[in-house]
């Protein structure tokens, strides 16, 4: 990258370091509800980003950035799982642990995390593809635009996908309770 | 509008993706139909859960560690430059046969001059039996059998490893997850050393072995993938259904297998080389925010 100059003239290394800095919790969050694991989201997110700086000369438009490095995203972490599945690991931690024992935790705040490791429990059962476009939508507020230049499909694509993803999700919620 | 045709479109009609016109059908069919409103409060719950899950944030330190890596690759990428393009061009036809040729001719001279080294020849560290490893069924296995005629201790400590083996990187006491070493089994065969360690809740057992540096098919592993990004020396391998790790140091080589992801293994691999060249043993254990 050097100190190569992007059209503003602007360091290209610069506008990686952005890109970074406002993109790496998204990413992070993500790829943990992709896979369900912490340590494995960390180094999944890493890859991202080294991909990532890798092509980021090839990046035509800035205003793409975030569509173009989610797209990073799906495919490292359709890797990794597509990957798990071929070679099934143990892992050292589940996302759902129980609270560490200490203070006693408040009752709504129990409540809370036991829905969320539910949830979470809930989006691992479905194929990935389908948990990927629930996480794009509806915890990551992308347009639909936005979902189909990741998926790489046409906007109609996304709507019907989208569609079924939530009934299913929205069956297994109700098979769970 | 019928009930399937409804349905089809509640995702965009919820996410206020939809025409003018459609909301309008759509509007009408849901006051009209009950089993449709149904299925719309099931998705806006969807919706509102997901939303509502709660946002991770990893603790600074892995942010550095992140922002360390990339300036690595940042520093390989600017050695890896391309040079000045030359004042001539082939014209590209001209230039596409002669670089295949190129290829072909780089190809043969690789595979003829360049063979991957021939291992060392000492005696194999057989790869036991995962499973009759963990019950212990010694001298039921000829592979085990020939191994208890060298040498092998059954439930030491890790000090005693450490003496036996010669192991210059040790096993961590404890994984992340609060995972505890519980007990340790060693085997030599020739210049060849193993241990097999088993962390508590039995989720976890790594082999590690040593032996002078060759190839890691010695351990009944075949190497599957390229070496990570972090050692040009390692390789990845995979032996008896699990996943495995082999690099070199110096005068010696070393392979640890383990049933956990890639992720894993390298963590608890960088972290030991580390302890290694510190002189310290590394211990992992769960910090607040997770990082370590």
């Known amino acids: ?177 | 509008m019928w009930c399937f045709h409804c349905r089809r479109r509640l995702a965009p009609y919820i996410d206020g993706a939809l025409a003018e016109g459609e909301i309008r059908k759509v509007d009408r069919h849901l006051n009209a139909c009950a089993r449709c409103r149904q299925e719309r409060d099931r998705q806006l719950a969807v919706s509102a859960a997901l939303r509502s899950l709660p946002e991770v944030a990893p603790g600074p330190a892995v942010w550095q560690a992140m922002e360390a890596v990339l300036d690595m690759e940042k520093r390989r990428s600017v050695k890896a430059a391309p040079l000045a393009r030359p004042g001539w061009v082939l014209p590209k036809r001209i230039a596409g046969a002669a670089a295949l040729a190129l290829a072909i001719i780089a190809g043969v001279l690789i595979t003829e001059i360049w063979i991957a080294p021939q291992p060392v020849l000492i005696k194999p560290a057989y790869a036991l039996d995962y499973g009759m490893f963990l019950d212990g069924i010694a001298g039921q296995s000829s592979q085990w059998e020939q191994f208890a005629r060298e040498y092998a201790f059954h439930g030491v400590s890790l000090e005693e490893a450490r003496r036996a083996t010669g192991f210059a990187l040790l096993a961590p006491q404890e994984l992340p997850g609060g995972l505890a070493l519980e007990s340790v089994h060693l085997l030599k065969s020739g210049c060849c050393r193993a241990a097999a360690l088993k962390y508590s809740s039995g989720r976890v057992f790594l082999y590690l072995f040593q032996q002078p540096p060759g190839h890691p098919a010695f351990f009944g592993g075949r190497k599957v993938a390229q070496a990570p990004r972090w050692c040009d020396s390692c390789k990845w391998i995979r032996a008896r259904g699990c996943q495995g790790l082999y690099w070199e140091e110096g005068d010696r080589g070393f392979v640890i297998i383990a049933n956990l992801s890639e992720q894993e293994l390298t963590r608890i691999v960088m972290a030991l080389r580390a302890a290694s060249t510190s002189g310290q043993v590394q211990r992992f254990g769960r910090q607040e925010g997770g990082d370590q």
């Not at chain 1, 189909?148 to 999700?169: D, I």
């Open chain 1, 1 to 177: 990258m050097g100190g190569a100059s992007t059209p503003t003239g602007r360091s290209q290394a610069t506008d990686f370091e952005e890109l970074f800095q406002k993109y790496r919790q998204a990413v992070f969050n993500l790829l943990l509800r992709m896979t369900g694991n912490y340590d494995g989201a960390i180094d999944l997110t890493q890859d991202v980003f080294v991909r990532a700086l890798r092509a980021w000369p090839t990046l035509r438009d800035p205003g793409q950035a975030r569509t173009w490095l989610f797209r990073i995203a799906r495919n490292v972490a359709l890797r990794s799982l597509d990957n798990q599945r071929r070679h099934p690991t143990s892992s050292l931690e589940d996302l759902d642990e129980t609270p560490a024992s200490g203070a006693p935790a408040l009752d709504d705040e129990l409540l809370r995390k036991e829905r969320a490791a539910a949830l979470q429990r809930a989006l691992n059962s479905l194929p990935a593809e389908t948990r990927l476009i629930l996480l794009l939508r509806d915890k990551e507020g992308m347009e639909y635009s936005e979902i189909a230049q990741v998926l790489g499909c046409s906007q109609g694509t996304v709507a019907s996908r989208l569609n079924r993803a939530r009934r299913r999700l929205g069956r297994k919620l109700e098979q769970m309770r």
